[in-house]
């Protein structure tokens, strides 16, 4: 089994900083992509940012110099860095992996989702 577990939602305020971090575990033989994507309310989900195992990355528009994505492979762990959040940022952020499991197949797994607010 692989699982991806989120961790450092929650409640900011307009122009604050916040960090989540998204951490893979589990029968683990290679991580490809991996990436943050959001959800808010009444929306679909939509790609915030990607990055490569070997550290490419691709980001939205919307958040295109405000946000950070990263990762530590020893770890299979990628954080996501967003600046300067607006209340449009509010959203469920999921994170998603790309891999292959050890004597298993190749899949897309994704975490449960943290909760991001921006609100004064």
């Known amino acids: 089994q692989v699982q991806l577990v989120e961790s450092g939602g929650g409640l900011v305020q307009p122009g604050g900083s916040l960090r989540v971090s998204c951490s893979a575990s589990?029968?683990?033989?290679?991580?490809?992509?991996m990436g943050w994507y959001r959800q808010a309310p009444g929306k679909n989900r939509e790609l915030v940012a990607t990055?490569?195992?070997?550290?490419?990355?691709n980001y939205a528009d919307s958040v295109k110099g405000r946000f950070t994505i990263s990762r530590d492979n020893a770890k299979n762990t990628v954080y996501l860095q967003m600046n300067s959040l607006k209340p449009e940022d509010t959203a469920v952020y999921y994170c998603?992996?790309?891999?292959?499991?050890?004597?298993?197949?190749?899949?897309?797994?994704w975490g449960q989702g943290t909760q991001v607010t921006v609100s004064s």
């Open positions: 589990g029968s683990i033989l290679i991580t490809y992509a």
């Open positions: 990055i490569t195992s070997g550290g490419s990355t």
């Open positions: 998603n992996a790309d891999i292959r499991r050890v004597f298993g197949l190749r899949a897309d797994y």
